[in-house]
Structure formats: structure tokens, C-alpha cells
């Protein structure tokens, strides 16, 4: 199983940018899909992006258009690149990673990192 750290959080002004990064340490990282969710006090957590062990990417409607979700297997790093922000981005993003073989079922979370975007 894998451990998840994320970084790169922060506050922003409306329309900025930020990249998040997720960092993975273990084995199999390759074998995972990858995502990224996001949290606001008082509501469930959402998804906003997925990335499949082959590549291939999903998105909330909300992000689509300015999220980007990327991974690099050599780094054992998926990255989240966030643009033209907005308040309603305001969140604690947090990174999960899901192995899911033939008899074998493994999920690991992260502790979040805070996106605040606000003037």
C-alpha cells in the first residue's frame, strides 16, 4: 500500500494558477489509479479528476476546461495543474490512490492540502 503526500496548496487570487503534486512512496505506483478530491467544510468530498494506471483522464464538469491531471511514474508524482481559479475552488484537496487487482482491493488517501482563491 501506498503512502500519499500532497503539496503545493495555497491562497490565490481569482483567475491564478496553482499546481498540486501528490507524491506516492511504496511500491506499484504505476498500477494505481489516481485522483484527486476535494473538500469543503460542512459537505462531502467530491471528485474533481482521475487518472487511470494507462493514462486516461476524467474530469468533474466543474474542472473541465481548467484542471489538468498528469502523472509521472518515474517520480511516483500526479500532479494536479489548476487555472483560471475561482472562490467556488476554495477546498482541502486531498489525493487517493486505488489498486484494484483480481483479489486484491488496496485505497490510500492523503492529508489534504488547502486551496484557498480569494481577493
Known amino acids: 500500500q501506498v503512502q500519499l503526500v500532497e503539496s503545493g496548496g495555497g491562497l490565490v487570487q481569482p483567475g491564478g494558477s496553482l499546481r498540486l503534486s501528490c507524491v506516492a512512496s511504496?511500491?506499484?505506483?504505476?498500477?494505481?489509479?489516481v485522483a484527486w478530491h476535494r473538500q469543503v467544510p460542512g459537505n462531502e468530498r467530491e471528485l474533481v479528476a482521475g487518472?487511470?494506471?494507462?493514462?486516461?483522464?476524467n474530469y468533474a464538469d466543474s474542472a473541465k476546461g481548467r484542471f489538468t491531471i498528469s502523472r509521472d511514474n518515474a517520480k511516483n508524482t500526479v500532479y494536479l495543474q489548476m487555472n483560471s481559479l475561482k472562490p467556488e475552488d476554495t477546498a482541502v484537496y486531498y489525493c487517493?490512490?486505488?489498486?484494484?487487482?483480481?483479489?486484491?482491493?488496496?485505497?490510500?488517501w492523503g492529508q489534504g492540502t488547502q486551496v484557498t482563491v480569494s481577493s
Open positions: 487517493n490512490a486505488d489498486l484494484t487487482l483480481p483479489g486484491l482491493r488496496r485505497v490510500s
Open positions: 511504496g511500491s506499484l505506483f504505476s498500477m494505481y489509479a
Open positions: 487518472i487511470t494506471r494507462g493514462g486516461n483522464t
